[in-house]
């Protein structure tokens, strides 16, 4: 596998969508909202993505069953009060390499843009390295107008840092082709699934998307994600360890 | 060198062959067991595999013989109560970087897929850190029914974690192309080559391939390949120091 | 995106422009003087530079709005006692690995050489890593004549080191397609912003091009950049230790 | 500059000439006796050799002159008893990554190849990490003939370890071309530039190849050697720090 490969399941007509993304950042919140969204609004998968960029490994399931790494794509028809459609990106990983980021994000783009979109959601989490009583959430926008719209329903703006990984770069990329777009950001302790943050993240995104979801599951599907990224965490870990392998005594070296 | 290079030594001709990776992991078992089956068996090499994904580097071997980074292809026609072929893959390296696994994969599979390769089987070490005594073996698959083959023969069901590597790449990526598989992965301290680690993976292999191999000479040859891992970790922690220059006392420096 | 992307903001016709190049290194003392020169003489952008080979991200500004990753081209006709063309190169970061510097460096010469470069400036700092008194300007140069040069308007002569990142490169590269060149390196605590330093340099650099340039601005035009600065180290920071992920206590592991 | 570009200086016509590689490593030592060679021998300076896989910088020289990383050929005719003719690989770098190095390699040998090339020998160091008295000299061969001849001139057979970089791929590349080779490898207490070691290598060196060479100004060409070496390292040291950014005390990060 040399480049990335979109897998098409579905082919989807769609009337001007949002794209939101949620591939697992280290807060994880965005992820679990949009895991949440697919299950709860039954959005229905139309393409896989398979990739070089992806760290070279498989996830062990439940019943011993392998897992590929992949992001995939899910589409919603005339969601909420405006009746939009929308195009959700999740997945088990980002790429890997900073090229490998780029070139994942530009073929993504290129696969949604003649799909009609020209907005774009990124959700990701702020690590706070500690507990969090009641999770902010915070923004960040490609214009002024958005920023207002985000101020409307009560986002805080975001401090004058940057956003890293596919939230950042699917925003910045988006804007060089004339999408807008918005990245809310949950505070939350870091590696800890925190059902909480993730809560706060979608009360403030089903305003945005003027959406309904209930919030029931949340704590159960917390769990859930908890699993999944311990084994995540744990494989790069060891992608890192293999790198730096042990001294074993003798030190007779011929370099050249 | 520039992209992977396959030198066909044989033209083969297979009938539905099962597929063998046992590329060296940090458990080197694998590599044990099937450099063990090679012989045992007198399996024919009809191909070797360079790459630009190796480590740039080269062995010295016993007589001062210098020898290359290397994956070779070896088969087997008709062998135990099947009568299946076999195709094994075996070599003194793995690829470094994330994108090299991934590419040295794919070529590996386009190559062996024309000869028929439906079934992979990927061979792998578990390290525990510390002594073992009986060491067991854990199985993963891409699918429900494999694992109930590996029930069958007494394999346990690999825990919720990963596979990082060529025994877990290799089952992924055949599975994107409809091949099914198998991973066994054998408990061993890590670094130090273990005999009885190998004889435990063997023969739940031998019984999931449905043949017979001898283990007297496991032994003796994990010694061989004891010495072939000493090399091969000294140069990749060279590879590294070479990366992390020693200070050198004199801190002026002109950066733009 | 998968390789670096020059956007034309209007077509120029310069006539033998010198090529000033002063992108964010550690000292940040060269970035501080291009961008005063481009406020107080009023340059002109002509060009947006986005590329896969910077740091795989976004930055968020005062007001909430991100800010992609960029290089920027301006350029200035008929300055000062020669009435002299100058191009100048700005951004908030350069090339990220060993292989994006070069191709990027190269494409960016591209692109101007066609323009009429045949003179490059860098503009650099010397980290010293304690305070400095009053801050030197050093210089290297592709030739002896404008060392001659350098040594007329009293720069001292760099001592034998090495040129890292754009600043060298871009002397290098240009050097084999016939351009001569001179990187100034101002001497610089390091990471603090020092209008100290810029202005050793400007000074410097306006005797060299034979303009006139105001540095009263300078020590606020330090604040502002310093802001930038503090992002943008936060962040390669994050790249750096999403890297390097945390230990969960759990070592059982899968690898082959 | 996306490839490496070979600058042909002198279009030659070679007899079956010798290629020796002798690239900066970490001894040196065998930069140190190509270089004396050069010299001593009066080679011709026929094509230079640039590339992105050097490390992204310049050296600045004794006159602040600034130096592109490059690696050079050198070619002499019709030497010592056996009339041969020479190729001689030099420079001031070797690749910096992986894939870097072999892709650099092979081109140099996609070079040399049509100039008849079918023997070549690479010089480098053994790191002791101590002073050592009698500096000796190993050798590694592609075939038992060249052990032979070693073992002949009193070059001790090296260790089973392995030989990083360009004189172990060079050695392993072009065995699969088709060419024999031999490694000259002396004991050096590594960074510190040993003209004793340089001085043990050309020894023998001088035997293998039937020529002969005055060692007179080998100690006085070291203390050259060993200030580029300074430089060399004082800059890879830097590319690394670069990579680590300093901690700034503010940790509220934005990460999707």
Same mark, same amino acid.
């Given at each position: 596998m040399k480049k990335t490969e979109i897998k098409i399941i579905e082919e989807v007509s769609l009337d001007n969508p949002i794209f939101i993304e949620a /591939?697992?950042? &280290?807060?994880?919140?965005g992820k679990l909202v949009a895991d949440h969204l697919i299950d709860e609004l039954e959005a229905v998968k139309f393409a896989e993505i398979y990739s070089p960029y992806f760290p070279p490994q498989v996830f062990i399931g439940e019943g011993g069953i392998i897992e590929n790494m992949y992001n995939e794509l899910y589409y919603l028809k005339s969601q909420g009060e405006d009746k939009r459609d929308f195009i959700i990106l999740v997945g088990n990983t980002?790429?890997?390499s900073t090229e490998g980021q780029y070139? /994942?994000?530009?073929? &993504? /783009?290129d696969f949604v843009e003649p799909l009609g979109v020209k907005e774009i959601f990124t959700l990701g989490?702020?690590?706070?390295?500690q507990p969090v009583?009641?999770?902010r959430v915070f923004g960040a926008a490609t214009d002024s107008e958005k920023i207002k719209i985000l101020e409307e329903v009560g986002v805080e703006r975001a401090s004058e840092h940057g956003i890293i990984g596919a939230s950042g770069l699917f925003l910045g990329l988006?804007? /060089?082709r004339g999408m807008s777009g918005i990245c809310l950001m949950g505070e939350t302790p870091g590696y800890f699934i925190d059902a909480e943050s993730a809560e706060a993240i979608l009360l403030k995104l089903s305003k945005l998307l003027k959406i309904e979801v209930s919030t029931d599951e949340l704590e159960k599907r917390a769990e859930e994600t908890k699993s999944m990224i311990l084994k995540a965490q744990r494989m790069e870990q060891e992608v890192m360890s293999r790198q730096i392998p042990q001294q074993d005594g003798d030190d007779l070296r011929y370099i050249g």
């Open positions: /591939l697992p950042g &280290i807060g994880h919140v980002q790429g890997l070139s /994942l994000c530009g073929d &993504i /783009l989490g702020v690590p706070t390295g009583e009641n999770s988006g804007q /060089l």
